[in-house]
Structures are given as structure tokens and as C-alpha cells.
């Protein structure tokens, strides 16, 4: 190789093309960078064969017979779903939900993995079948619009979920409808712009209007116009407290005399000036030497069972049920 002499090689990592002297590099130096790797050192380069002679001898180093690579035969991966690899996609899923660290897309990927499929086969069996999006028209978005809010101020939480159950009605992808909704809430005053003290002040009118046996259907508004905040923001933050009991289900129940004593300490909680420094069901857990989740779940079956006082029992056969927000 002659002085200075470079050769044109690619990256078998990014696939760019590079210039090095030797002609057998295979990653260029921006992966060896970004990957940690040893760069090939000029020791490791064949040596030349006057290296393996012998001292006063001309005769050549036995050269290495050539060999064939048998290849792995690679097994196909399966493309259609049939039952059983739904079971078993279902079942691994259930495992790799429990892990925070994990995205979705990351779950996805190992499955398919571990099953030998296609990610777009996993999908499906969590998912359900990919729908083809909808052009959205002016009508179609406020139809969206609409059948959320009506969710939200029935406080009726479908079983599949509510975004899920718009795009199910409107033969919607569920990315359409989520889409169409995080961008109607990024235009409005929405609950998500309100400080912990405001959502604790709705929290206080709530309570003080249901317990007076004012209509349910009235305190959002009433609420709204007492503490200068929008209607929906107070339909928002009420919908809060009246969150899915399914998200505390497997919470084992507290002994009576302990949930009377949260309920208790919740009625004091709503005289405060302010919230505590801390989160209600954390503050209140240590003091009664519960989880958090179970503080949680006395005040859901707390709040509905003072609801159900104040509205009529058909208003709420369908609300407040075991579905997801």
C-alpha cells in the first residue's frame, strides 16, 4: 500500500461512503464515534509474508484453504393471525404492559420477536384491525367534538374508552379521533391550564353545590360563573373526580372504620384554604396507614354515592362505570 493511499469504503451501520487506508474497514468514523467502537489498529493488519519466512529461505507461508459458509436457513416469519398466536401476542402483551420503561413500540417489538411475526400482526391482535383514515371535514371533526363532551358531561366512561368508542361509532382510526381532540383542547381554556389551588377551589364549589342539592346538571355553570373559569374547564375538573373505577378496582377495601375516617378527613381536606403540600391520597395514605390506590377508591365510591343522591337513579345507570377515560 503506498504512501498516502486511501481507499473508498462503506459503512456497513449508516451505509455512507468514506475514504481509509484500509481498504478492509467496514464503519466509518463517525459510528466508530457514535457506537464506542475500537478503531482497527495497524497491528491488526495482515502481515506481509516475508513476516512468515524463515531467515535465508524464499519459500511461501502455507496459504488457508478457502471455505463455504453453510447458511442459517432463517425461519418464516408467520403473517397470518389466527387464534392462538392472538392468545399468545394477548398473553405477552399483558407481561410487558406492567413495565413502565417500556413503550409501546418497544412491546411491540418484542413480541413479534419472541413469536416470530410482524409487528403489524402484533398490532392488530392488540389493537384490532388498522382502519383507513377518513378526510376530515368541518362536519366530521365537530361530530368528534361533540360526542366527547357529551361523555364528559354525563360523566359516562365506556367500557372500551371513550376516544376508542368515537372512532368504533365513526369507523374511525383511534389516532384520527385522538388527534382531533388534543388539538380542539390545545384552542381552548382547558383544565390542563389550571394551577393545583384553582383545581382545588373547583374541587371546594363542587362539593359545597352537590351536597346543597343543587341540580348536577347546574353546578358546572354556577361554578363556572362564581370562580371566573370556564364551564368546561369546571365540567373537566368535576369529570376528574368522578374518575374510572376501574383504575382502582384491585385495590383490596379498607376496614369500615378506616374508610369512615378518610371519608372524614376528606370533608375536613375541602375546609382547607389550600391544597397540601403533598397529593391528597399520598397525604392521606400516611396517615392511615394505607396505599395511596386505596385512598383513591374510598373517595370514588365516596363521591358517587353523594351524586347518586342528587341525580335520579336512570341518569346514572350508565354513568360512572368500570370503562376508561
Given at each position: 500500500m503506498g504512501l498516502g493511499m486511501t481507499f473508498r469504503c462503506t459503512c456497513e451501520r449508516c451505509g455512507d461512503i468514506f475514504f481509509s487506508p484500509d481498504r478492509r474497514a467496514k464503519t466509518c468514523p463517525k459510528c466508530i464515534k457514535r457506537y464506542g467502537l475500537q478503531k482497527r489498529q495497524e497491528t491488526q493488519a495482515r502481515p506481509p509474508a516475508s513476516a512468515h519466512a524463515k531467515p535465508g529461505t524464499n519459500a511461501r507461508p502455507a496459504q488457508r484453504q478457502p471455505t463455504t459458509a453453510v447458511p442459517t436457513k432463517r425461519k418464516k416469519r408467520i403473517e397470518t393471525l389466527t387464534e392462538e398466536l392472538r392468545e399468545a401476542i394477548l398473553k405477552a402483551y399483558e407481561k410487558y404492559k406492567q413495565d413502565p420503561n417500556?413503550?409501546?413500540?418497544?412491546?411491540?417489538?418484542?413480541?413479534?420477536?419472541?413469536?416470530?411475526?410482524?409487528?403489524?400482526i402484533v398490532a392488530e391482535a392488540i389493537h384490532g384491525p388498522q382502519i383507513a383514515p377518513k378526510p376530515l371535514t368541518p362536519e366530521?371533526?365537530?361530530?368528534?367534538i361533540s360526542r366527547y363532551q357529551q361523555?364528559?358531561?354525563?360523566?359516562?366512561?365506556?367500557?372500551?374508552?371513550?376516544?376508542?368508542?368515537?372512532?368504533?361509532?365513526?369507523?374511525?382510526?383511534?389516532?384520527?379521533?385522538?388527534?382531533?381532540l388534543r388539538e380542539w383542547?390545545?384552542?381552548i381554556p382547558d383544565v390542563s391550564?389550571?394551577?393545583?389551588?384553582?383545581?382545588?377551589?373547583?374541587?371546594?364549589?363542587y362539593w359545597h353545590h352537590?351536597?346543597?342539592?343543587?341540580?348536577?346538571?347546574?353546578?358546572?355553570?354556577?361554578?363556572?360563573?362564581?370562580?371566573?373559569?370556564t364551564e368546561w374547564q369546571v365540567l373537566r375538573r368535576i369529570d376528574m373526580l368522578h374518575d374510572s373505577f376501574s383504575k382502582v378496582a384491585d385495590a383490596p377495601e379498607p376496614p369500615p372504620e378506616i374508610r369512615e375516617a378518610i371519608e372524614q378527613a376528606y370533608l375536613e381536606y375541602?375546609?382547607?384554604?389550600?391544597?397540601?403540600p403533598d397529593s391528597l391520597h399520598s397525604t392521606l395514605a400516611k396517615r392511615f396507614g394505607v396505599t395511596p390506590k386505596q385512598v383513591f377508591r374510598v373517595l370514588l365510591e365516596y363521591r358517587r354515592r353523594v351524586l347518586q343522591n342528587n341525580r335520579q337513579p336512570a341518569e346514572l345507570q350508565n354513568s360512572l362505570g368500570m370503562g376508561t377515560g
Open positions: 417500556l413503550k409501546l413500540g418497544q412491546i411491540h417489538a418484542k413480541i413479534a420477536a419472541e413469536l416470530n411475526t410482524k409487528r403489524q366530521l371533526r365537530q361530530e368528534i361523555f364528559v358531561q354525563r360523566l359516562e366512561r365506556p367500557e372500551a374508552g371513550r376516544r376508542k368508542t368515537i372512532a368504533a361509532e365513526l369507523g374511525l382510526p383511534l389516532s384520527q379521533v385522538a388527534s382531533v383542547k390545545s384552542q391550564h389550571l394551577t393545583r389551588e384553582q383545581m382545588f377551589q373547583i374541587e371546594k364549589a352537590l351536597q346543597s342539592g343543587t341540580p348536577f346538571e347546574d353546578i358546572p355553570k354556577i361554578v363556572a360563573r362564581e370562580l371566573g373559569f375541602l375546609k382547607r384554604p389550600a391544597p397540601p
